[in-house]
C-alpha cells in the first residue's frame, strides 16, 4: 500500500494562503499557472488574475512553469530545510518554462510552511 503523500496537506494550507485576507500579499505580481509534479501527481497553481487557486491534476492549456520533485524533497523545500537553488543544483528539483517566475517563487511556497502551534 502506498503511503500518502505529505505534499497535499501543504498543497491546502497554499491555497488557503493565497485565498485568504493575506493572498495579494503573498502573491505580489507574480501571474501565471505553475504545475507541481510531485511524484508523478500533479498539482496546478493558478494565479492569473481572477483565478488564483490550487488544483490537484494538470491544468488546460500549458503551464507558465512545470517543477518536478519527490514528495519528500517538496517537503523539506517548503519547510525550509533544503533551499530551492541547494534542490536544483542536486538535481532534486527540475524546472521546466519560465526561471525568471520560479525565481519568485519562494515567497508563495513558504505560506504552505507548517506554522508552529502554541
Known amino acids: 500500500m502506498a503511503k500518502p503523500k505529505q505534499s497535499a496537506a501543504l498543497f491546502d ?12 500579499e503573498v ?24 483565478q488564483r487557486k490550487v488544483t490537484k491534476g ?20 517548503v519547510s525550509g530545510k533544503m533551499g530551492p537553488q541547494q534542490a536544483f543544483l542536486m538535481r532534486k528539483l527540475k524546472i521546466g518554462g519560465s526561471m525568471a517566475m520560479a525565481l519568485k517563487l519562494q ?12
Open 13 to 24: 494550507q497554499l491555497d488557503k494562503a493565497i485565498q485568504g485576507g493575506e493572498g495579494d
Open 27 to 50: 502573491v505580489g505580481k507574480m501571474k501565471g499557472v505553475v504545475v507541481f509534479d510531485i511524484d508523478g501527481e500533479k498539482w496546478t497553481l493558478d494565479l492569473r488574475p481572477g
Open 58 to 77: 494538470a491544468p488546460e492549456g500549458k503551464p507558465d512553469l512545470t517543477l518536478t520533485i519527490s514528495d519528500d524533497n517538496f517537503v523539506k523545500l
Open 107 to 118: 515567497p508563495i511556497l513558504d505560506a504552505a510552511a507548517p506554522r508552529a502551534k502554541l
